[in-house]
């Protein structure tokens, strides 16, 4: 007889239970095939689905991409077991131990009475874990390679800050920034393109500096608004040509221009209550 959903329970243990099955020598030959390191691009797809159901606050594909998340955390997990590294029960006792450690003020004696108050006590409280082990040769270390690129430079800025590697204030930043643009337009006009390639990174740098000394919206966060705005605007404006019995790969760039123009200004005009 084959299995059915009420043979695994609703839960993560039902889960994994279902990643076990499939792995089992009567499973599935894909699924036993597939290691942590095959994983990691379907994790990384997931994730994406899932920040972009939250984004645009579509509820029924919120809940569906929670569950491939958690099925790709758990098939981690399924893997470890079968190694006989660590358990479910392992990563939920090691995960609310330390949530429980790192909120002092809610769990303990210590005291904060903001968020950056929470966030400076939780830099305490990581950095006293971290004080046994042995020193890393870099406070970088730990920033891995495998970051998105926008969130790593931010890190690494923030890590030279510990130690006073900063800006003094805001129009520094600004400053630099100007300063990069010019040697990018140089670059520009020198012909060489590697020079330009590592010029237009010192831009990107010091913009993400600007972002993370304004200590609002991380740089990912404010780049995903930005590229929605774009888009949004851009489907307008195949709407608006549509309108016009027209394509955009059809008009010339004066009539496109014109027609962003009036999106832009459309959505930029307040709405009349």
Do not use: Y
Not at 82 to 97: N, P, R, S, Y
Not at 124 to 133: C, D, F, L, S, V
Not at 145 to 171: G, H, Y
Not at 244 to 262: G, P, R, T, V, Y
């Amino acid at each position: 007889m084959s299995d059915s959903p009420i043979d695994f329970p609703a839960s993560a243990d039902g889960l994994l239970a279902v990643l076990h099955r499939l792995r089992s020598p009567s499973g599935c030959p894909w699924d036993r095939k597939q290691t942590r390191q095959t994983l990691v691009k379907h994790l990384d797809g997931e994730c994406a689905e899932l920040i972009d159901a939250i984004l645009r606050d579509d509820v029924p594909n919120i809940r569906e991409e929670l569950g491939d998340v958690f099925m790709n955390l758990l098939f981690q997990v399924a893997i470890a077991e079968e190694k006989g590294e660590f358990t479910l029960t392992d990563v939920w006792q090691e995960i609310i131990a330390k949530m429980i450690r790192r909120h002092a003020h809610v769990f303990g004696d210590a005291h904060a009475d903001n968020a950056e108050e929470v966030a400076g006590l939780w830099q305490q409280i990581k950095a006293a874990e971290k004080a046994g082990n042995a020193m890393p040769a870099s406070i970088m270390d730990e920033l891995k390679l495998t970051m998105c690129p926008l969130t790593r430079a931010e890190k690494l800025q923030k890590k030279a800050a510990e130690v006073n590697f900063d800006w003094q204030d805001i129009s520094g930043v600004v400053d630099k920034i100007t300063e990069e643009l010019n040697e990018v337009k140089a670059a520009l006009a020198s012909g060489d393109e590697v020079h330009t390639d590592e010029e237009i990174g010192d831009l990107l740098f010091a913009v993400v500096n600007l972002i993370r000394f304004r200590n609002r919206d991380s740089a990912v966060d404010i780049m995903r608004k930005s590229n929605m705005k774009f888009e949004k605007r851009f489907r307008e404006m195949e709407h608006a040509a549509a309108a016009e019995h027209k394509e955009l790969n059809q008009m010339s760039a004066a009539e496109m221009d014109a027609i962003w123009d009036k999106v832009k200004h459309s959505a930029d005009t307040p709405a009349q209550v």
